[in-house]
């Protein structure tokens, strides 16, 4: 019972969020198996990878007992919303504001962060019902955007997803996010040399910047 809000307070614990988009399968599992031993109790497996539904559903299995949500991300469509959630995603993401997921996952009371950019966008996306409002973009407007778009809307939980690093992170909490979505500088960190050590690596120093961020 209430496994919304166990989904929604491991996210909120955690304070992000790891978005694992990555060209194949295979090399986002092994991503994703290093991110968790690094920390990440919350990652968003997206939709563009090609068997990202079964991925999810490997995932999920093994790492839902242990507390880790499992979560789809571009979720576009009710339909994509729903295969997910049969596999066992703990919440689901989009990159625009889209009612029919939005709908689908409170019908079976999965969480979803829903994508906006402007303020109208972020109001009509919690109107909808979304939980969380991921702000998306961000790589160009930034940490002073997502500033000015808090002043008057400190009330939403508002998630960034792009241009977020362990160096970083520290502005964007004190812009006034409630979290952080993060890609690149943990996914990517075992290109240099192909050793997914350095991914649990970057998920340790990453979430350690993030918990030095909300004290």
């Known amino acids: 019972m209430f496994t919304k809000l166990r989904t929604l307070r491991t996210i909120d614990d955690s304070g992000a ?16 198996h290093a991110a968790i031993e690094g920390g990440f109790r919350a990652l968003e497996i997206t939709l563009s990878i090609p068997g990202a539904v079964d991925l999810v559903r490997r995932l999920a299995a093994q790492y839902a007992p242990e507390g880790v949500a499992v979560g789809a991300g571009t979720v576009l469509d009710g339909h994509a919303a729903y295969e997910c959630i049969r596999a066992g995603a703990a919440f ?12 689908v996952a409170n019908r079976y ?27 998306f973009p961000t790589e160009g407007a930034g940490i002073p955007y997502a500033k000015a778009v808090l002043a008057p809307l400190a009330h939403l939980p508002i998630m960034p997803a792009g241009g977020v690093t362990t160096e970083n992170v520290a502005e964007w909490f004190a812009a ?18 192909g050793d997914f050590t350095r991914v649990a690596a970057a998920a340790k120093e990453f ?5 030095e961020a909300r004290r």
Do not use: F
Request: charged share 20%.
């Open 109 to 135: 009371q999965v969480p979803t962060i829903s994508g906006a950019s402007t303020p109208t966008e972020l109001l009509e996306s919690a109107e909808a019902g979304a939980d969380i409002l991921k702000l």
């Open 92 to 103: 689901l993401v989009s990159p625009q504001l889209n009612p029919e997921m939005i709908r």
């Open 176 to 193: 006034g996010v409630s979290g952080v979505g993060v890609g690149s500088a943990v996914t990517k960190a075992w290109q240099p040399d």
């Open 17 to 32: 969020v790891l978005i694992v988009r990555l060209p194949d399968a295979d090399t986002a599992e092994r991503v994703a």
């Open 207 to 211: 979430l350690a910047a993030v918990q």
